[in-house]
């Protein structure tokens, strides 16, 4: 959408500009993120966006990961937020009785009602998701440390992960890095990520729970693998009638 407006916006300069803009432009190549696979949600994304401006309630259907029939309520929406590829709303619900983050792609219907809400002054954002790695406070907070091989060590340094993040690259190409956050699970995904090129130092805890994952994984292959050979076996029997 962005390089769109760019080229709207260019279409509209004069020469000799339009032509040095389009000849630069020529040069720019973007590879888009992975995206979600519905188009619902730049639908509900225009509709929540509508009913934030108007301070309009909506009656929503959500496909809750935890509820097998699903959400139903009235949602007060305050703001879209964007994060890890996805959009997510927050807003107060008449069933939660506070405010709460949904993701876009979940919701089954959003049908905007005539009633008004007004959002309160003080709500921001970053009180809400507090010093979460991503989008889920667990309500207590760790301080992480963490040791990436020389391999990884250059490219992990690059990036800042949190707001919290602090890195020294040792004499031997590794990187130690450190992060204090609320929670340990949405990291620990994150950790898994980087498979066998960085090992937790700290917190005890998380060090556990990367560790089973790692452990869980294997199991599967395990698993897959003798059943292969269980498959191989009854094939090279010979037919008995």
């Not at 004069?14 to 590879?31: G, H, T, Y």
């Not at 959400?71 to 997510?88: C, E, I």
Request: proline residues 5%; contains cysteine.
């Amino acid at each position: 959408p962005a390089i769109s407006a760019i080229y709207k916006l260019i279409a509209t300069t004069p020469d000799p500009i339009r032509e040095a803009c389009n000849d630069l432009m020529a040069n720019v190549s973007i590879s888009h993120d992975p995206a979600p696979v519905s188009d619902l949600e730049a639908r509900y994304h225009t509709i929540l966006q509508s009913c934030i401006d108007q301070g309009r309630s909506c009656r929503v259907v959500y496909q809750s990961p935890v509820e097998a029939d699903g959400l139903h309520a009235v949602l007060n929406p305050y703001t879209l937020h964007f994060v890890s590829r996805a959009w997510y709303v927050l807003g107060y619900t008449d069933v939660h009785d506070e405010v709460r983050m949904f993701k876009l792609v979940r919701f089954i219907e959003v049908e905007p009602t005539d009633e008004k809400f007004s959002k309160p002054e003080n709500f921001r954002v970053e009180d809400k998701l507090g010093n979460a790695w991503r989008l889920i406070p667990e309500g207590r907070e760790h301080t992480i440390k963490l040791l990436f091989t020389k391999k990884v060590a250059t490219n992990v340094s690059e990036v800042l992960w949190h707001k919290s993040q602090q890195h020294t690259l040792r004499d031997d190409g590794r990187c130690e890095m450190t992060f204090t956050i609320d929670g340990i699970h949405e990291i620990a995904w994150w950790i898994c990520s980087y498979g066998d090129q960085v090992k937790v130092i700290a917190p005890p805890e998380l060090r556990d729970l990367v560790q089973d994952m790692h452990k869980s994984a294997v199991k599967q292959y395990e698993a897959e693998e003798a059943l292969e050979v269980v498959v191989v076996k009854n094939q090279s029997l010979p037919n008995q009638h």
